[in-house]
């Protein structure tokens, strides 16, 4: 390439960034705007395929169709027919910042602070890329694709993703061929046999994220069943440990299905996976079905028990006395009696919870539905449903906590047990199945349901 040559009557080449293979990247002058600009090269060589063009042109289009913050925004595209160039460029905004990989290469180590800034900002993007319609997937995210700018107070720097040469919709993937591209190291099994999703993303990252900390390319870490072994030469935390090795994980069935779902537990550490055994309890009469497409739990009324006949006798003598108290205070003289029938609302309403509960338990069910769109929680008595039904878009859900029996202690120091709980968070939305004196009878039948939304969720169980 002439040195300050002009491309497309108004590109003026500074400087080439890289080459390889029939590609070129080349630093740039807007003779227009006067701006600096990235113009990526793709000439007819003698090795030139047609599937580099493709490839070039799904690039062209899909940053043509973005608009984010932190990816290079499309400018141009053109054909170059010069007297030392045929080909195709693209021309897009150039991001004054250096590479992961040459922070790497000039010795900087990373904090995991650090690195869970960088892990925080890539996946947002990475949430942005896989939300679109269809999914846009990167395929070749690795350290030489992630600018790093320069440190902000105290912020890692801004990050950013660039090089979409690899890209991919889902929808291009289900009806067009497949091309295996990507770069080794950082490519999950699936993507070597053809096939990406945007898991394979996540597992691109995570090996990325490994390079960060171990100062070693992944592709020279020994493995084991496919699987990337760094822990005996990273220095860092259980918690990011255990996250890397989910996002690395080989089998597509037990690495994070989506960026939200890594983000949600790289935010919250606190979190611990765990695994619950167990089958379903003999006579048990919850009633599970499954189906690729739907779950659906029914917990039937719980039937009398001892306990409920002191629960009984003290809402009788309770909704009696209240009563008792009603009638006196309205047959007193008017207005002076509203005061006191208004004063034993809130007793009635007491009063109806604890009838409400003996009938609920006797003739109540619940039932937890979830479908391809969404979860949804709904109470009945005798068969009607008898409060709102809440519901949540089944992509929302991100976590199964199992939180197991245990003690409190209040403020004078008594110990109070506490029944185990499972909670299932769709978002900001909770919903929760706990064992009590209600339709749930033991931590048995709570665990065999954990286990069974885990494995159909394909969500880890926390605690």
């Given at each position: 390439m002439i040195s300050k040559e002009i491309l497309g009557n108004r590109y003026e080449v500074q400087q080439q960034l890289g080459k390889k293979s029939g590609r070129r990247t080349l630093l740039a002058t807007d003779l227009v705007t006067g701006k600096s600009v990235i113009v990526k090269l793709l000439a007819f060589s003698s090795d030139f395929e047609w599937d580099d063009?493709?490839?070039?042109e799904r690039e062209a289009q899909t940053l043509k169709s973005l608009s984010h913050p932190y990816i290079p925004v499309y400018l141009d595209y053109f054909q170059v027919n010069s007297p030392t160039y045929q080909g195709f460029a693209l021309v897009q905004t150039y991001i004054p910042a250096q590479t992961l990989e040459q922070f790497l290469q000039a010795g900087r180590k990373f904090t995991e602070i650090e690195i869970k800034e960088i892990a925080k900002a890539v996946l947002e993007i990475l949430i942005y890329l896989h939300n679109l319609?269809?999914?846009?997937?990167?395929?070749?995210?690795k350290p030489s694709n992630i600018l790093l700018g320069e440190r902000s107070g105290n912020s890692v720097g801004s990050v950013y993703l660039v090089d979409f040469g690899s890209v991919q919709t889902v929808l291009a993937a289900e009806i067009g061929t497949r091309t295996i591209v990507g770069t080794y190291g950082?490519?999950?099994?699936?993507?070597?046999?053809?096939?990406?999703?945007?898991?394979?993303?996540?597992?691109?990252?995570g090996a990325?994220?490994?390079?960060?900390?171990?100062?070693?390319?992944?592709?020279?870490?020994?493995?084991?069943?496919?699987?990337?072994?760094?822990?005996?030469v990273a220095n860092i935390s259980p918690s990011l440990t255990n996250w890397?090795?989910?996002?690395?994980?080989?089998?597509?069935?037990?690495?994070?299905?989506?960026?939200i779902q890594a983000l949600t537990a790289l935010e919250q550490p606190e979190y611990t996976e765990i695994t619950l055994t167990g089958d379903k309890p003999a006579g048990s009469k919850i009633k599970l079905t499954k189906t690729e497409d739907i779950l659906e739990v029914i917990?039937?009324?719980?039937?009398?028990?001892?306990s409920m006949v002191f629960l009984s006798l003290f809402a009788i003598s309770w909704n009696s006395f209240i009563l008792f108290w009603t009638i006196g205070a309205l047959a007193a003289p008017f207005p002076m009696n509203l005061p006191f029938a208004l004063f034993s609302l809130p007793f009635w309403g007491v009063g109806f919870s604890m009838i409400y509960g003996l009938f609920f338990s006797l003739f109540g069910s619940i039932q937890l539905f979830i479908d391809t769109?969404?979860?949804?929680?709904?109470?009945?008595?005798?068969?009607?449903?008898?409060?709102?039904?809440?519901?949540?878009?089944?992509?929302?859900?991100?976590?199964?906590?199992?939180?197991?029996?245990?003690?409190?202690?209040?403020?004078?120091?008594?110990?109070?047990?506490?029944?185990?709980?499972?909670?299932?968070?769709?978002?900001?939305?909770?919903?929760?199945?706990?064992?009590?004196?209600?339709?749930?009878?033991?931590?048995?039948?709570l665990e065999w349901l954990t286990n069974e939304l885990s494995d159909w969720l394909n969500i880890e169980i926390t605690s």
């Open positions: 063009l493709k490839l070039f319609n269809p999914p846009t997937i990167h395929r070749d995210l950082y490519m999950p099994q699936e993507q070597f046999g053809g096939r990406t999703v945007p898991a394979s993303d996540l597992y691109s990252l990325t994220l490994i390079y960060l900390v171990t100062g070693i390319n992944p592709a020279d870490l020994p493995q084991k069943d496919f699987r990337i072994q760094f822990e005996q890397l090795k989910r996002m690395i994980e080989p089998d597509l069935e037990k690495r994070f299905s989506t960026a917990i039937p009324p719980a039937g009398f028990q001892a769109q969404e979860i949804s929680f709904i109470h009945k008595l005798w068969g009607f449903k008898i409060c709102r039904t809440r519901s949540a878009p089944k992509d929302s859900i991100t976590k199964l906590v199992y939180i197991p029996k245990h003690l409190t202690k209040d403020s004078d120091g008594d110990k109070t047990q506490v029944p185990a709980k499972l909670e299932i968070w769709a978002g900001v939305t909770k919903f929760s199945l706990d064992v009590n004196a209600g339709l749930i009878k033991s931590e048995a039948e």
